[in-house]
């Protein structure tokens, strides 16, 4: 190994305390990238929840024209068969 390639690109806490030269330089980004570490982990969680009620929203809504359109094939199921069989036909003729 050269000299160049024998020193530790990243080094230590040790190692830090061993050189007088620069090592507030290294703290001080060592404090930079946490505070931006901790500010990112913040947003991610602000995301995580506000996505978590969009889904619960979502599932929600879901369920319910779900729970309708079940409702409507049971009380029309020759109309819901003929609707199903003009969409499959429309369907196939467009991607021919």
Same mark, same amino acid.
């Given at each position: 190994?050269?000299?160049? *390639? ?5 080094? %230590? &806490?040790?190692?830090?305390?061993? $050189?007088?030269?620069?090592?507030? #330089? ?19 969680? *602000? ?5 978590? %009620? &969009?889904?619960?929203?979502?599932? $929600?809504?879901?369920?319910?024209? #779900? ?30």
């Amino acid at each position: 190994m050269n000299a160049e *390639t024998a020193s530790n690109p990243f080094p %230590t &806490s040790a190692e830090q305390g061993q $050189s007088s030269s620069g090592a507030n #330089g290294l703290n001080g980004d060592v404090n930079r990238v946490r505070k931006v570490a901790q500010t990112l982990h913040e947003a991610v969680d *602000t995301l995580e929840q506000k996505l978590g %009620t &969009s889904s619960d929203k979502m599932m $929600s809504l879901q369920q319910e024209y #779900g729970d309708m359109a079940r409702e409507q094939v049971r009380a029309n199921p020759l109309a819901a068969l003929g609707v199903a069989f003009a969409a499959g036909f429309v369907i196939a003729k467009i991607l021919r």
